[in-house]
């Protein structure tokens, strides 16, 4: 079964601080994805990669950075956290190689919260 | 541009009666849909997927979608609600570049005893 791990559940920061969140998967997956999920508005996509060092912007993306450097793990970056990027965090993962429209496989989350 | 309505933030039902989420799409190519789950405190689990292969489409937990074309919607049923069904329900549009989804706003419901 596919596994998707984010590295924390819950997070508390400050505003302007640099915030790193984890993604690692388990199976092999080309594809991974940033969303973040907010009331009412469902996930909007805010990065994804589709091979190691190769990332492209979703809708957005403004405030966020990524880096890919392992197939396996996929980090957000929050160059400097602001109150308005307080939200609900989802990783998920996909393959490529098994064609198109394959489901994504998604993490648990993490709810990061700036004050 | 792709995009996905959910009609319905909230859905109220009462436990073993029918269980109804609409889910209208836009898109310029033939589309590939997806219905997920979202439980508290949890990611998204997939519930069901429609590739055209056939467009009644059965998921998990007893589930099931109908793709239709001409009124350009998907929507989720399931004949009788459990208390166990209450969670978020994302109706998602899939582009074939990347793989990527492009999800609706979500149907929160709650299942009264």
């Known amino acids: 079964d596919v596994k998707v791990t984010q590295s924390s559940r819950y997070l508390v920061k400050r505003t302007g601080e640099k915030v790193f969140l984890e993604c690692v998967q388990d199976?092999?997956?080309?594809?991974m994805f940033w969303y973040r999920q907010d009331p009412g508005l469902g996930l909007r996509l805010i990065y994804f990669?589709?091979?190691?060092?190769?990332?492209e912007k979703g809708d957005i993306p403004e405030g966020y950075s990524v880096s890919r450097e392992k197939k396996e793990r996929f980090s957000l970056i929050l160059e400097s956290a602001s109150t308005n990027q307080t939200s609900m965090y989802l990783c998920?993962?996909?393959?490529?190689?098994?064609?198109?429209?394959?489901?994504?496989?998604f993490g648990d989350g993490t709810r990061l919260s700036i004050l | 541009a792709q995009s996905v309505t959910q009609l319905g933030s909230h859905v109220s039902v009462s436990e073993g009666a029918l269980v109804l989420l609409r889910c209208n799409y836009s898109?310029?190519?033939?589309?590939?849909l997806f219905w997920y789950v979202q439980y508290p405190n949890q990611g998204l689990q997939l519930l069901l997927k429609y590739t055209s292969a056939a467009t009644l489409v059965k998921g998990i937990n007893g589930f099931e979608a109908e793709f239709k074309k001409s009124e350009t919607s998907f929507h989720l049923t399931k004949p009788s609600a459990h208390m166990s069904d209450a969670a978020e329900y994302f109706c998602a549009l899939g582009e074939t570049a990347g793989n990527k989804l492009t999800f609706g706003g979500g149907t929160r419901v709650l299942v009264k005893p």
């Open positions: 898109s310029s190519v033939p589309p590939y």
């Open positions: 199976m092999d997956h080309e594809n």
């Open positions: 998920a993962s996909n393959s490529q190689a098994m064609g198109n429209n394959q489901p994504q496989h």
């Open positions: 990669s589709y091979d190691v060092k190769m990332k």
